[in-house]
C-alpha cells in the first residue's frame, strides 16, 4: 500500500534552516510527481512546491522562492525540502503530496510534520 511518511520538522529560529524529507514506498516513485504542501493554523492548505517526473521541473510559492528548495533522489524513494532564511509566517504542519489520482484514483497525503519558526 502507499505510505508516505515525512521527517524533519521541529522548532528554529528566524533566519535558521531545515531540511523536511519524505520518505515514499507502495508506488512507482521515479514517475510520480510529488510536492510539498503547509497548513497553518486558521489557514487554507497552500503549495509550496512541486517536483515533476524525475525531478525535471520544479514550481514554487511565491512566497517560498529563493528561499526553499525542492529535491528527490529516486534510489531512495525520498523527496525532500530545504528552508532556508525562515521566517515566523513559515510557521504550519509540512505535508507531502503522491499525485496518484491518474493511476489509482486519488491522491496520498503524509501525515505531516510541524515547522516552527519563533525566537
Known amino acids: 500500500q502507499v505510505q508516505l511518511v515525512e521527517s524533519g520538522g521541529g522548532l528554529v529560529q528566524p533566519g535558521g534552516s531545515l531540511r523536511l524529507s519524505c520518505a515514499a514506498s507502495g508506488f512507482t516513485f521515479s514517475r510520480t510527481v510529488m510536492s510539498w504542501y503547509r497548513q497553518a493554523p486558521g489557514k487554507e492548505r497552500e503549495l509550496v512546491a512541486l517536483s515533476t517526473i524525475g525531478g525535471s521541473s520544479t514550481n514554487y510559492a511565491d512566497s517560498v522562492k529563493g528561499r526553499f528548495t525542492i529535491s528527490r533522489d529516486n534510489a531512495k524513494n525520498t523527496v525532500y525540502l530545504q528552508m532556508n532564511s525562515l521566517k515566523p509566517e513559515d510557521t504550519a504542519v509540512y505535508s507531502c503530496?503522491?499525485?496518484?489520482?491518474?493511476?489509482?484514483?486519488?491522491?496520498?497525503w503524509g501525515p505531516g510534520t510541524q515547522v516552527t519558526v519563533s525566537s
Open positions: 503530496k503522491a499525485h496518484l489520482r491518474v493511476v489509482l484514483g486519488i491522491d496520498y
